[in-house]
């Protein structure tokens, strides 16, 4: 099978669609998929490679701060992190329109990512209704407790941080999906994280799961560090296929 990759720019953002070469005209289910922190979009492309050889029309965003936008860090802790995440929230509604108006999707729509994009996805589902499978790869349901995380890390390591932090990323608990358990309904989400992971803690994901018994979670833990090899790449894929494929157009 022929893979085309194209590289596009949707106003400001640089993206990469992947897509079967014969089907890259026609109407096909559509998975935005998004990379991590200080990572960029060619880093999820081989993830993106295998999602399109299943039949997805598969597309690749660079974050703000990231890949061709890439912004130097700044110096107070987590301005850039939750900038990058704050962005692609508003961005993903934009992104999916293009296409939509392009006549090349519908409304089978999915949306995953590693790490930071992980997060994103998370954040995604608490307003998207529209969203119907989501993968969450080594991110967090709960970032308003990785946001005091990230607090209490600075704190001990004497770092400035600005006194009303919270305020200034007083919009995340609207987008904290342990809050908002119920804005899953019954969509099916993965979840896969590795027991080991420093980065991202995997107890944010293993509280979730157990405190939502009842939503259609799918949640898989790996004798693994922060890391996505190929064969986890393989089972994103099979789930993806699964979730998505039986959908009507």
């Not at 640089?14 to 026609?26: C, G, S, T, W, Y």
């Not at 999820?44 to 130097?72: I, S």
Request: proline fraction near 6%; hydrophobic fraction near 40%; charged fraction near 25%.
């Amino acid at each position: 099978m022929k893979l085309t990759i194209r590289k596009r720019t949707l106003g400001t953002i640089p993206l990469l669609e992947v897509v079967e070469e014969a089907k890259r005209n026609d109407i096909l289910p559509l998975i935005v998929y998004y990379h991590g922190w200080q990572s960029s979009k060619e880093l999820v492309l081989t993830q993106g490679r295998y999602l399109a050889e299943a039949g997805f029309r598969v597309l690749l965003p660079d974050a703000a701060n990231h890949g061709e936008r890439k912004q130097p860090i700044t110096r107070i802790p987590s301005l850039t992190f939750w900038q990058s995440i704050h962005t692609n929230l508003f961005e993903f509604g934009f992104i999916v329109n293009h296409f939509k108006k392009l006549g090349v999707v519908d409304d089978r729509l999915a949306v995953g990512g590693v790490s930071m994009g992980g997060i994103t996805t998370c954040a995604l589902l608490t307003h998207h209704p529209e969203i119907k499978v989501a993968a969450c790869i080594m991110g967090s349901p709960q970032p308003a407790k990785y946001r005091d995380r990230i607090m209490d890390h600075a704190s001990k390591l004497d770092r400035f941080f600005p006194h009303d932090y919270e305020s200034l990323l007083g919009w995340i608990p609207a987008y904290d999906l342990s809050y908002h358990p119920e804005a899953l309904g019954d969509r099916p989400v993965l979840f896969w994280h590795g027991i080991h992971d420093v980065i991202v803690p995997f107890d944010h994901v293993e509280e979730f799961v157990k405190e939502n018994p009842d939503r259609n979670l799918t949640f898989m833990e790996e004798d693994e560090e922060h890391l996505v090899k190929v064969p986890t790449m393989k089972e994103i894929t099979a789930f993806f296929v699964k979730e998505m494929l039986t959908l009507d157009a």
